[in-house]
């Protein structure tokens, strides 16, 4: 990120993940370079729509530029990525691997890798992460421009928080090696035994005590 606040985000592949990306980015203020398999010239109409934050490359140039770079395409597509460029950067996966569409890869049928994994290998130096691929991709779109920001209470200041709590006094006839809250393990049929107290007795106020008993009435004979 630049002084200015601004990224620039490199985006391999331009689809609906891809676009949506682009156009969240500059929505967000962020400068974009786009590719596509096709090269850049198929994607001067996205490129026009998102405006002079948006430039069209191929993936190695956008890989270059970007300082973050998306990736968005088959996974079948993986190895044809230009690793060197993304040495050191994130790389952020929108991948999912389906078979019908990406052939049969044989460690992500079998679970041994995940899609990202294949990813990671394929980009050693990279940094990759896992994003947006459990949204669909119009839903992405949807979603608000920015977070509202976080409204935490603020800190207290040591004159509001309440004084340490004193530490109880502890018996001197007990045990050290006896702990002093230790519960016996309720026997078969005990339903929930009541836990042994280790409070002192509670002392009544006396304004608080029952009234004594009256005493039965004389029985006159
Ligand atoms: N669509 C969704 O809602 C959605 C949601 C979550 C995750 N995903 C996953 O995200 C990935 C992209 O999905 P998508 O729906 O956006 O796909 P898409 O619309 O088909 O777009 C794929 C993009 O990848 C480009 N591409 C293909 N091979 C390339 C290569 N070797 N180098 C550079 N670019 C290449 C394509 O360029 P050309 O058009 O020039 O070939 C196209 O721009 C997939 O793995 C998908 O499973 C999709």
Partial sequence: MTTTGRTTIGIIGSGMIGGTVARLSVAAGHQVVLSNSRGPETLAELVAELGPLATAATAEQAAEAGELVVVSIPVKAFGEIPAKPLAG??????????????????????????SSAL??????????????????????????????????????????????????????????????????????????????STAPPTVRSPTRQAPPPTPPASVST
Avoid at 89 to 114: C, F, H, S, V
Wanted: charged share 15%; net charge positive.
């Fill in 89 to 114: 950067k994130p790389a952020l996966d929108t991948g999912n691997y389906y078979p019908q569409r990406d052939g049969n890869i044989a460690e992500l049928q079998t679970g041994a890798l995940t």
């Fill in 119 to 196: 990813l990671q290998r394929y980009l050693p130096d990279a940094h990759v992460v896992k994003v947006f691929n459990n949204i669909f991709f119009r839903h992405l779109d949807a979603l608000p421009a920015r977070p509202a920001p976080m409204t935490a209470p603020p800190c207290p200041s040591p004159a509001m928080m309440p004084p340490p709590r004193r530490p109880r006094p502890r018996s001197s006839t007990r045990s050290a090696t006896t702990p002093s809250t230790a519960v016996p393990w309720p026997t078969a049929g005990a339903r929930n035994p009541a836990p042994p």
